[in-house]
């Protein structure tokens, strides 16, 4: 029985948003569609997108209930100001992004994404392109240890890398986690298990999750009006890093140069966001309810009237 889908901090997701009927929201990662239902809820009109073609088929359903309010969009977050342009769109009132793997996906073991149950090593979030059996079974070693050092916090990565070669080939989920579990040593009652790192190093590699979120970043502050909201919610620090780094550099928060330097006070682009609120994570109630909330971040942002892309 799957796990059913709880969207994350999804209350602070829409008290952040601070929606007024009739306002357009886009949710970049539809996903199960649990922050589009509360998108509409509150009375917004959504444009929903998302790159996974089962989640696109299975929306089918919420757009016909939605009496007109929810058009549904295949394809990139990453491409949001494009795939808006297209339906006639320049402009929204708020943009909601869920970073990372979605509870859908997770819960399915063939799409490859857990080694909580036996799958095929498959972690494409868009089901094109490359799957984690064929990375792993054609990549040199040191590309492998190099991925699943820099996505997955990996500190034993070469030796991690070293066993998945000796192994190939690859095919299934429960094939990696049992090797990476040999080369590291794991017993049962350690408290995490170390394949987790590697699944998560080879899902964001495979999927370009950190490009796309940069992308996916500067695609929302070129089509929020000004007043706009952009509400992001993260699950590990490379992603929080990244959008912490994107807020504070658009909103005029980037350090300055040392005090032996001139003063350049001023004289830098105007900030495209107001300064951000403080983040937001998941209170004591949503994580006995949710367990994979447990790592969450929310951040929020209100978009000024200055140029997008840091211009005046």
Do not use: C, W
């Not at 699944?199 to 999750?209: G, P």
């Not at 032996?260 to 966001?273: L, Q």
């Amino acid at each position: 029985m799957s796990i059913p889908h709880v969207p994350v901090l999804r209350d602070e997701v829409i008290h952040g948003l601070a929606i007024a009927p009739g306002e357009i929201h886009v949710d970049g990662t539809f996903g199960a569609g649990g922050y589009t239902r509360a998108l509409l809820a509150s009375g917004a009109m959504v444009y929903a997108l998302d790159r996974d073609p089962d989640a696109i088929a299975e929306g089918s359903g919420l757009v016909t209930s939605s009496d007109g309010r929810l058009i549904l969009l295949p394809g990139l977050f990453s491409r949001m100001d494009k795939l808006l342009a297209e339906q006639g769109v320049d402009a929204v009132d708020g943009v909601t992004l869920d970073i990372g793997v979605s509870s859908m996906q997770l819960d399915r073991a063939d799409r490859g994404f857990s080694f909580q149950q036996d799958g095929p090593l498959d972690m494409r979030m868009g089901q094109d392109g490359e799957t984690a059996a064929d990375f792993l079974n054609m990549a040199e070693e040191e590309a492998i240890a190099d991925v699943l050092y820099h996505f997955g916090d990996e500190p034993r990565s070469r030796r991690v890398a070293r066993a998945i070669v000796a192994a190939r080939p690859l095919t299934r989920t429960s094939e990696l986690a049992h090797v990476v579990r040999r080369a590291l040593g794991y017993k049962a009652h350690d408290k995490k298990d170390p394949a987790t790192r590697t699944f998560q190093a080879i899902r964001i590699h495979l999927n370009r999750e950190l490009g796309e979120l940069e992308d996916g970043l500067e695609a929302a502050e070129r089509v929020l009006k000004p007043g706009g909201r952009l509400a992001i919610v993260t699950f590990h620090s490379l992603e929080d890093r990244m959008v912490k780094r994107f807020l504070r550099d658009r909103s005029g928060g980037a350090p300055q140069g040392s005090r032996h330097s001139p003063d350049v006070s001023g004289t830098g682009p105007a900030p495209s966001f107001e300064r951000v609120a403080k983040p937001v994570r998941p209170s004591a109630q949503e994580l006995e309810r949710n367990p994979r909330a447990r790592s969450a971040t929310l951040r929020v942002a209100t978009r000024t009237a200055n140029a997008a892309g840091g211009m005046r």
